[in-house]
């Protein structure tokens, strides 16, 4: 399965500090997207890394991308209490010729004010 | 605004009972997805479709069927043969040439009583 896995599973920080999540996967990917979601509602896409990129920012967002060790990471930086949330990484990927997305399982953020 | 609208929030099921879960968009968006979400884990696909009066099955679709009638619209029946379907689900959208970024609604919460 390409499922990606995150780590860690859930994590808490006080407010203003760096919050850090990691996503590993199995096969080659051509892209890595990472989503927010709020309790109880749909996900928010937040930033997308391709296979040949290894950094991108977005506002507090830093995202790394190392293929040979098919992980990424995902850094919000001076968090705040409205970042508390989860986390999903999203590979896209290709099988036998179809693109296809695989979610990981998530990390649950809460930022302690 | 655009977006996507799912309907009803929440709903719920008989055991034994077909209930079918709304999906628009008016994004002009070509692909439509559902997934389903267990707590604490990611998302699963359920089905998408790429083009109107076309669908595939994604990972899990025993026990459920869609339709895709309009660009617009992309609902789903959770059947009395799907054995366990409390689950929150999502549908989402994508212009599919943009690597698979999905659009996502609010989510449908179905319980089975």
């Known amino acids: 399965s390409q499922q990606g896995e995150e780590d860690p599973q859930a994590l808490s920080i006080q407010e203003g500090e760096n919050a850090t999540m990691n996503c590993s996967y199995k096969?080659?990917?051509?892209?890595l997207q990472w989503y927010r979601q709020n309790s109880g509602r749909g996900l928010v896409h937040l930033i997308l890394?391709?296979?040949?990129?290894r950094e991108k920012h977005s506002g507090r967002l830093r995202v790394t991308l190392d293929t040979s060790k098919k992980s990424s990471s995902l850094l919000i930086t001076a968090s705040r209490a409205a970042d508390t949330a989860s986390y999903f990484c999203?590979?896209?990927?290709?099988?036998?010729?179809?693109?296809?997305?695989?979610f990981g399982t998530g990390t649950r953020l809460t930022i302690i004010p | 605004d655009g977006g996507i609208t799912q309907s009803p929030k929440y709903l719920f099921r008989k055991e034994g009972q077909n209930v079918t879960l709304s999906c628009e968009q008016n994004?002009?968006?070509?692909?439509m997805y559902w997934y389903r979400q267990d707590p604490g884990q990611g998302l699963r696909l359920i089905y998408y479709?790429?083009?109107?009066?076309?669908?595939q099955k994604g990972d899990i679709a025993e026990g459920y069927s869609v339709s895709r009638e309009k660009k617009e619209s992309f609902p789903l029946t959770v059947t009395s043969a799907q054995k366990n379907p409390t689950a929150f689900y999502l549908c989402?959208?994508?212009?599919?040439?943009?690597?698979?970024?999905?659009?996502f609604g609010a989510g449908s919460r179905l319980t089975v009583l």
């Open positions: 989402a959208s994508s212009i599919v040439q943009r690597a698979n970024v999905l659009t």
């Open positions: 096969t080659s990917i051509n892209n």
């Open positions: 890394i391709r296979s040949n990129e």
């Open positions: 999203a590979t896209v990927w290709t099988n036998f010729g179809n693109e296809k997305l695989t």
């Open positions: 994004l002009n968006h070509d692909a």
């Open positions: 479709s790429q083009i109107v009066n076309d669908f």
